[in-house]
Structure formats: C-alpha cells, structure tokens
C-alpha cells in the first residue's frame, strides 16, 4: 500500500516534557528532573517498578484522525495528502520510563545542617526521528515521473535507545533563599542506533537514446549497538543478555545533572536545572554501516519504480533493495563510538500566595504556614539533531489540604497549542499515589491528539516531625 511504509516509521517511533512533575515538591520524583529542588520530607522510599511509570509520544503535521476519519474518503488519497503536507522539519517521538528502584533520606551532617540523599535506578526508551519528506515522494512518485529533480537524502535522522541508568543526588538547603543540587549517572545502553549525519542527493537526468543517467552522491551512516542479538533465536539467550546489559553489562557512560531553587522572597520561586549532561562510550556489539560513494549508473529502467496499486511496503522495499544493491556497496565497521546525551533545560519562575487561616483566631495557622496556591510559567528546552525542541507551560498549584495537592498547566509547544494537563498527588498517612496526563481537552477523541502523555507512581513517604 502506498505510503504504508512511512506511515509505520512514524506510528511505531516525542516530547520529553514533563511540566506537570517538574516543581511538583510533594513526589519525590521531581528530584529527578530538578537535583536542586525543594524537599519537605525526611525521606522516601518508592514501591519497585511502580513508584514512576512515564509514557509519552507524539507527532507533528498530523493526527490519527486525519488518516483513519471514517470519512468515506480513499485510505491512499488521505494518506499522501498528509505526507505532502508535512516538511522535513515535522518530526515524530516516544519516550517510556520506569522506576526500577528508587529511595532518598535526610543525613545530618551538623546539629544544623543537614543533606538530602537520593538514589535509584531507572529503564528508559527514547525513540526520535525526523519526517524525510524526499523519501516519502520518491516512493510514490518514482524517480522517473521527477526526472531533474534533486531529492535530499540527508533528511534521513533517526535516534533509537533503550538504557538503564543508576542515579546518586545530593540535595543541600543553603539557607532560607537557596537551595542546590547535583545527580550523578552511569548509563547502561542495552540497544542503539542513530543515523542523525547523512548529506547526500540523488537525480535522474534524460539523456539521448531514452536513457535515464542516475547520479548517486552520498554520505551516509548508520551506527548501531546491541543490536545484533537480536537475531538470535534462543530467547532464553536474549533474555540473559538483556537482564546483564540492564545491570550495567552494556556500552557504559557517565553523566550528571544540576539544578537550583532560589527564593528571595517568600512568596517567589525562580529555579533551573539541566539534565544528562554527559555521553555513552559504545565498543560492544557494534556495527555501523557507511555509504560514501558518488555513482552515476546509466540505465533505461528508474531505480526508484513507483509504487504500485496493491503492492505492499514489503513488496516495493525488497524490490528496490535489490536493484540498490547491485549498484552499490554498503561497507560495515565495528569501529567504537560516543554519543553525547541529548541536554534538557527546565526551568520556572512562580509566585505563592494565600496562607492558610485559623478560623479559631482568625490568624495564620503556625501549624501549616506554607501557601495554599502557586502559579507561574515554566520553559522546557531539549537540543534534537537539527533543532531545540521546546515547550512554555503556564500552571496553577492548589494545596487542598496536607495530603491532597492539585496542578493544572496549559501548555503551547511543537504538538499543540490547547494543551491542557492534570496532575495530582494524594496520601493515606504515609502511601502516597499521583497521577499526571496531558491534552485532556483531546481525550473524548484521542485520534485528533498529536501527543499523549501520562505519569503515575506510589511512594512511602517519611513526614518531618512538625508534619
């Protein structure tokens, strides 16, 4: 089917924001976005696997419904208006993580000054890749009914991996004003592949007799790591390689994350942080493929035939695969390599207001003197291959009572700008449960949403006294 094959490259591949989390003081796993955010417990422990389950994917240029409205329009047709309607710049992506363990515990270190102690570890899947809109029309079309016609084989960037990562954070209050913090990581990459680099053209130029001259000038790559496993049948095999590539057998790497908290009023926040500063070194199972080679072939046939009505995506790739081959050779190396960790920026300003009264005295209650209600804006940033994804969130906090506090954001970012979310945290003595989703305004119809996300996780919290 036309199309087809771009539609699953796309359908199976992201935001990393996490805006609802980020801030949310009351779930521990916040330290995970902010080393340096405030914390009112002695500590925590989180339940195994389930203290922090996050998925969130999305898409721009399109939605479901756009394609699979029962409409009574062709499939095809709708399927190629979409993809003509995108650019290169559109880009797709999925992101899964999973608490495996986690925990965190005050430690005096003077009858005054005391440190916060966080650690655990973690599994995370993160998948990216770009629209390549000359692809998309060469499969269609044919290189033959686009004769002069230069098409970019560079729009090819795609990122895949699967990882674990062991975390460490110190989280020191200075003083009333400030508070900082630092996390250190080793990464574990259990599977990788990029190729986010390529530059390379091709053209088809008529010349005399009906012949058609195709000029090759490329520069491509494809590195992957722990892939080839995969191919084993043994499951059992797989298995074993999975559980020790996840306990720190795979390609290493280190990495740290910084972040602060800064109130110079009491009624105003402002704090930052970056995340996964660092890289992976991958040297075992490594295969990369390269493509450097400027080809001009001299034939009557097109090398990229159009597809044809009923012919599979399967059909059509081995097809071109073959004659591909016959024209050009991939080379292969095992040659180590480094990728540095994809940098994410968040940071908030915010103002609190509303202190709870005591209707006995008609005072502030020195029982609870925190505020009530916090609203504010928060920035996200995230450096992709070709470009900074971004995301602006404006939010509002409402703590109902000790063990019930609601968050509430609009964001506006590449996937939409009616993106309202709801986050929730609430306790039963010290068990405590929160749940966080994006786009509700898109869940009575969530084919025309361009991304989801949800958060959800448990976690045993120990209270300070004066809680």
């Known amino acids: 089917m036309k199309?087809?094959?771009?539609?699953?490259?796309?359908?199976?591949?992201?935001?990393?924001?996490?805006?609802?989390?980020?801030?949310?003081?009351?779930?521990?796993?916040?330290l995970l976005l902010n080393p340096g955010g405030q914390v009112d417990y002695r500590g925590y422990i989180g339940v195994?696997?389930?203290?922090?389950?996050?998925?969130?994917?999305?898409?721009?240029?399109?939605s479901a419904f756009d394609i699979f409205a029962d409409d009574g329009r062709d499939f095809n047709q709708k399927l190629r208006e979409v993809a003509y309607s995108m650019d290169s710049k559109d880009f797709v992506g999925f992101k899964q993580q999973l608490d495996i363990f986690s925990a965190g515990f005050s430690v005096n270190t003077s009858l005054e000054d005391k440190l916060f102690i966080s650690f655990g570890m973690y599994q995370e899947s993160d998948i990216f890749t770009y629209f390549p809109k000359d692809y998309a029309i060469l499969a269609n079309e044919g290189?033959?009914?686009?004769l002069n016609r230069r098409f970019d084989f560079g729009q090819l960037s795609v990122s895949a991996e699967v990882l674990s990562v062991f975390h460490i954070g110190v989280n020191k209050k200075i003083n009333s004003k400030w508070t900082l913090g630092i996390r250190g990581k080793?990464?574990?990459?259990?599977?990788?592949?990029?190729?986010?680099?390529?530059?390379?053209?091709?053209?088809?130029?008529?010349?005399?007799?009906?012949?058609?001259?195709?000029?090759?000038?490329?520069?491509?790559?494809?590195?992957?790591?722990?892939?080839?496993?995969?191919?084993?049948?043994?499951?059992?095999?797989?298995?074993?390689?999975?559980?020790?590539?996840?306990?720190?057998?795979g390609n290493l790497g280190v990495g740290i994350d910084l972040g602060f908290t800064h109130q110079p009023a009491p009624e105003w926040t402002i704090d930052a942080s970056l995340q996964d500063i660092g890289f992976i070194n991958y040297s075992k199972d490594v295969k990369n493929f390269i493509l450097d080679k400027y080809l001009e072939?001299?034939?009557?046939?097109?090398?990229?035939?159009q597809v044809t009505s009923g012919q599979t995506a399967q059909d059509y790739w081995d097809e071109v695969s073959s004659d591909f081959e016959e024209l050009v050779e991939i080379d292969s190396t095992t040659t180590s390599y480094t990728k540095w960790r994809p940098i994410k920026l968040n940071s908030s300003v915010s103002y609190n207001f509303g202190r709870k009264i005591n209707k006995e005295c008609n005072c502030l209650d020195k029982l609870d003197p925190t505020f009530q209600n916090r609203?504010?804006?928060?920035?996200?940033?995230?450096?992709?291959?070709?470009h900074?994804?971004?995301?602006?969130?404006?939010?509002?906090?409402?703590?109902?009572?000790?063990?019930?506090?609601?968050?509430?954001?609009?964001t506006v970012d590449a996937f939409s700008f009616t993106n309202v979310g709801l986050g929730m945290s609430?306790?039963?003595?010290?068990?405590?449960?929160?749940?966080?989703?994006?786009?509700?305004l898109e869940y009575q119809n969530l084919a025309k949403s361009q991304s989801v996300s949800l958060q959800l996780g448990f976690n045993y919290i120990f209270k300070n006294n004066e809680n």
């Open 375 to 386: 609203v504010g804006a928060h920035l996200f940033a995230m450096k992709r291959p070709n």
């Open 186 to 249: 080793i990464y574990s990459s259990i599977a990788q592949l990029s190729s986010t680099k390529n530059q390379g053209s091709f053209i088809t130029v008529p010349t005399a007799n009906n012949n058609l001259n195709h000029i090759f000038d490329l520069d491509m790559k494809l590195q992957t790591s722990g892939i080839s496993f995969l191919r084993e049948p043994d499951v059992n095999d797989e298995l074993e390689v999975l559980k020790k590539r996840l306990l720190f057998g």
């Open 388 to 410: 900074l994804q971004w995301a602006l969130s404006l939010f509002y906090f409402r703590k109902f009572y000790k063990n019930l506090q609601i968050k509430t954001t609009y």
């Open 297 to 305: 072939y001299d034939g009557v046939q097109s090398v990229f035939p």
């Open 3 to 30: 199309w087809l094959f771009f539609l699953g490259v796309f359908v199976s591949l992201h935001s990393q924001n996490k805006q609802l989390l980020y801030g949310f003081k009351e779930v521990p796993q916040q």
């Open 48 to 62: 195994p696997i389930l203290s922090h389950i996050h998925f969130n994917a999305g898409i721009t240029g399109f």
């Open 426 to 440: 609430a306790a039963l003595g010290p068990v405590q449960f929160y749940i966080m989703a994006d786009n509700l």
């Open 143 to 146: 290189n033959y009914n686009n």
